[in-house]
């Protein structure tokens, strides 16, 4: 595998449901970020991390709980979503050093619908 | 602060004839400026980016765009679009560790 993966590609969850969305990526960087995707709107950065901590927390609702166990893999763990959470959500992965981040690189997203 | 801004929300283009994808930009700082394509369906791709060396940026699948630092704008173009350009368009500014995302041009392509 290359790149940057997410799985699964599709989930469709209820509200009560609890689920994790994975990311792996396979390019030796050593920061990682979730994005929300939603129609007709700007990508919304949702996490970041760099060095497997968390650096930045964009006033994301505790719904969302992200997990880096180590540089590679990046998690997003699900509970009592809304239906307006339903979004394409993107992983990518940078290199970053000395506070300067390179370009990112992109997984193919899970598209999430919440019932 | 830092904005972007894609000057239109859909352009559509025939078959062979030249791509314009305009993108302005705000920062206080000296940006780096990046183009992705998201595909339908699939995650965004990074097609090209300047970070302060040549003006004119060459990207894959013959795309190039301009920094045109008086105008404030980083337009993508292409000479002659194919089906397969059809996709939506991110322009994208960056300082630092900070990325902003435009809201995307969709490019349609037809015969």
């Known amino acids: 595998e290359t790149g940057v993966t997410q799985t699964p590609r599709h989930l469709v969850m209820g509200m009560t449901n609890k689920k994790s969305l994975k990311c792996e990526q396979h390019?030796?960087?050593?920061?990682m970020y979730w994005y929300k995707q939603s129609a007709k709107k700007p990508l919304e950065l949702m996490f970041v991390?760099?060095?497997?901590?968390?650096?930045e927390n964009n006033s994301v609702p505790s719904r969302f709980s992200p997990e880096c166990p180590n540089s590679s893999h990046l998690f997003l763990h699900l509970h009592t979503l809304q239906p307006e959470d339903s979004a394409l959500y993107l992983c990518a992965s940078s290199q970053t050093q000395a506070s300067h981040s390179y370009e990112q690189y992109f997984g193919p997203g899970t598209r999430l619908t919440v019932t | 602060a830092q904005s972007v801004t894609q000057l239109d929300s859909h352009v559509s283009v025939s078959e062979g004839t030249p791509v314009l994808l305009r993108c302005n930009y705000s920062?206080?700082?000296?940006?780096?400026l990046f183009w992705y394509v998201q595909h339908p369906n699939k995650g965004l791709q990074l097609l090209l980016k300047?970070?302060?060396?040549?003006?004119l940026v060459k990207g894959i699948n013959g795309f190039e765009a301009e920094f045109k630092k008086s105008e404030t704008s980083f337009h993508l173009t292409k000479p002659s679009a194919h089906m397969s350009d059809a996709a939506e368009y991110f322009c994208?500014?960056?300082?630092?560790?900070?990325?902003?995302f435009g809201t995307g041009t969709r490019l349609q392509v037809t015969l």
């Open positions: 920062s206080s700082y000296s940006p780096s």
């Open positions: 300047y970070t302060s060396a040549a003006t």
């Open positions: 390019l030796g960087h050593n920061a």
């Open positions: 991390y760099s060095l497997e901590e968390r650096v």
């Open positions: 994208v500014v960056k300082t630092a560790s900070k990325l902003t």
